[in-house]
Every structure is written in structure tokens, then in C-alpha cells.
């Protein structure tokens, strides 16, 4: 099977900026959309086709940090990098606070945004099988990982706070679990 081709849009006003990024993106084997304002980025992220933003602070239309906060308000999750000629610390933390996942000061380093493109991608897929296993059931048994709790048979068993939820497990199920497992 082929390996998943990830989509990047860029949002980007500068042309020759866009196009480097867009022609050295997609020699890296990104599928590539490029538009040069913030309302047409926020259309185009709003769709949630992407598997990364890539947007410049200073953008006609809608400048990329109230575009950024749009997106987020409309439940759009999708990891964003900011690049800006804007580099101070406060620049980077009202991004950073916006909701982008990472940050980078104009000029740059096409290896250095590749890397922080790659280091994206990896927290994404570590995190992408999180909300899938958070819930556990063997029998009547319900386990909810994420919220500390057990029911058995729909009703709810009290944790003891200092034990581990193996211990609690085995108190709730003495003759299917033991310690040995």
C-alpha cells in the first residue's frame, strides 16, 4: 500500500514565498493548496481537508491570527504552523496562544520547517489512536481510562484513591483477574 499523502495549505500573500514553499513542499511529497488571503484560508481550512496549515500573520482580508481564531471556533483542529516575519516573543506567544501549533520567524530554513513539519505530524499520529482505546469493557465490566472510573453491570464501584486501577479491577472480578496476568 502506498504511504498516505498528506495535504498542506499554504496561506500565504507573498507569491515567490508561496511558490518556494509550495514547490519545495511538494518535492517532499506533500499534495499542496496555496491561497493568498485570510478569508479564502479560512474557507478552504473550514472544509477540514488538511492534515496542516501553514499561515502568514500578515495576510489581506483577515490577518492570519483572527483567521487562526476562527478556525479554532469553529472546531476546525487541524495543526497549524505560523510564518511570520513577526518574531518577537510576544509575536510568538499571541500565535502560539491563537491556537498554532508551532511557530517560525521569516527568513527560515526549508530544513528547519520540514523538521518542524515532520515533529507536527508525529505528535498527530502518537495522538491519533488516544481517544480510541480510553474505554474498556470485558464483560459487564466498564472501564473509562481517561475518567479513573469502573461500573460493573451499569453500576458504578468505588476506586480507592492509593490503589491502581489493576488492584480496583481485581476487587471488582476476584475469579478473572489476578496479579500474575
Known amino acids: 500500500m502506498p504511504p498516505v499523502t498528506r495535504k498542506i495549505l499554504i496561506v500565504e500573500d507573498d507569491s ?10 511538494s518535492e517532499a511529497g506533500f499534495a499542496v493548496e496555496s491561497c493568498s488571503d485570510g478569508r479564502d484560508g ?3 481550512a473550514s472544509e477540514g481537508i488538511f492534515d496542516l496549515i501553514i499561515a502568514d500573520r500578515m495576510l489581506p ?25 513577526l518574531g518577537t516573543v510576544d509575536d510568538r506567544i499571541d500565535g502560539l496562544n491563537a491556537g498554532a501549533d508551532d511557530y517560525l520567524v521569516k527568513p527560515f530554513s526549508f530544513a528547519e520547517l520540514t523538521a518542524r513539519i515532520d515533529a507536527i505530524f508525529r505528535r498527530v499520529d502518537r495522538g491519533a489512536g488516544e481517544g480510541q482505546a480510553t474505554r474498556l469493557s470485558v464483560g459487564d465490566l466498564e472501564i473509562d481510562l ?36
Open 16 to 25: 515567490s514565498t508561496s511558490a518556494y514553499l509550495a514547490k519545495g513542499l
Open 146 to 181: 481517561l475518567g479513573r472510573t469502573v461500573a460493573r453491570a451499569g453500576r458504578p464501584i468505588q476506586l480507592a484513591r492509593a490503589n491502581s486501577i489493576s488492584s480496583n479491577i481485581s476487587r471488582a472480578m476476584p475469579d478473572k483477574w489476578s496479579r500474575a496476568r
Open 42 to 44: 479560512l474557507f478552504l
Open 61 to 85: 482580508g483577515l490577518n492570519g491570527i483572527a483567521m487562526l481564531g476562527a478556525i479554532r471556533a469553529a472546531g476546525v483542529r487541524t495543526p497549524t504552523l505560523i510564518l511570520s516575519a
